[in-house]
């Protein structure tokens, strides 16, 4: 299929913002996703205490679920609305601090300390700032970027992550002439070689 139409379209931050300021979050589900649920066990692959990462985070409520089984989440979002909701939705206590690497920044930490979400741009992020990570969930994430920012994004993404780390990726599949996005079409043949 054509994805043509799609390869220079740009949603910029600011344009985030609003969708989170009008609740224009069509993408937000209260209910956790069923992929999650259906591919944990390759997520988890037996092991306790993760590490695990969500990028453009939003306020998935998938955060919570891993924080509630024992692991230790991180998610970047740019909406620090969007963060604020999460911790008020799940009645969370947390506190706020800067990111002295990043100015402008802000991590929210849970009180309990297992759920630490940046409000900064990914791009803005690496392994030095944020350690690597044993599982990654990206739902809404690889889709939402812009398509020419795609191969930055993954290649950061691959410096976040463990040796033994898994990946569970969500992908809609569509015809692109039809919608614009996002979310992207990303079609399997570009996942391959955008994570080699
Ligand atoms: N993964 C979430 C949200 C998906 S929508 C879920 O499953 O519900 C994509 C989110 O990415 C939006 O909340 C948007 O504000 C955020 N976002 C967009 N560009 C970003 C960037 N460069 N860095 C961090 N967050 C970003």
């Given at each position: 299929r054509d994805i043509g139409s799609q390869r220079d379209r740009m949603v910029t931050e600011e344009e985030w913002l609003q969708r989170w300021e009008m609740s224009n979050i069509g993408f937000h589900k209260e209910q956790g996703h069923p992929l999650l649920q259906k591919y944990l066990d390759v997520l988890?692959?037996?092991?306790?205490?993760l590490r695990i990462f969500f990028p453009?985070?939003?306020?998935?409520v998938e955060m919570k679920w891993l924080a509630d089984m024992g692991h230790s989440v991180v998610g970047v979002e740019v909406s620090e609305q969007a963060l604020k909701e999460f911790f008020a939705e799940h009645s969370l206590p947390y506190c706020e601090e800067p990111v002295?690497?990043?100015?402008?920044a802000k991590k929210l930490q849970s009180t309990s300390g297992n759920i630490s979400l940046y409000?900064?741009?990914?791009?803005?992020?690496?392994s030095s700032i944020v350690d690597k990570f044993d599982g990654v969930w990206d739902r809404g994430a690889l889709v939402a970027v812009n398509p020419c920012d795609r191969q930055r994004y993954v290649s950061l993404m691959i410096t976040l992550m463990e040796k033994n780390s898994s990946y569970l990726l969500v992908t809609v599949s569509y015809d692109p002439n039809k919608h614009k996005g996002p979310p992207f079409y990303v079609p399997e043949s570009e996942i391959k070689s955008l994570f080699g």
């Amino acid at each position: 299929r054509d994805i043509g139409s799609q390869r220079d379209r740009m949603v910029t931050e600011e344009e985030w913002l609003q969708r989170w300021e009008m609740s224009n979050i069509g993408f937000h589900k209260e209910q956790g996703h069923p992929l999650l649920q259906k591919y944990l066990d390759v997520l988890l692959n037996g092991r306790r205490g993760l590490r695990i990462f969500f990028p453009l985070c939003g306020k998935a409520v998938e955060m919570k679920w891993l924080a509630d089984m024992g692991h230790s989440v991180v998610g970047v979002e740019v909406s620090e609305q969007a963060l604020k909701e999460f911790f008020a939705e799940h009645s969370l206590p947390y506190c706020e601090e800067p990111v002295p690497e990043i100015s402008g920044a802000k991590k929210l930490q849970s009180t309990s300390g297992n759920i630490s979400l940046y409000c900064c741009s990914i791009y803005d992020l690496s392994s030095s700032i944020v350690d690597k990570f044993d599982g990654v969930w990206d739902r809404g994430a690889l889709v939402a970027v812009n398509p020419c920012d795609r191969q930055r994004y993954v290649s950061l993404m691959i410096t976040l992550m463990e040796k033994n780390s898994s990946y569970l990726l969500v992908t809609v599949s569509y015809d692109p002439n039809k919608h614009k996005g996002p979310p992207f079409y990303v079609p399997e043949s570009e996942i391959k070689s955008l994570f080699g």
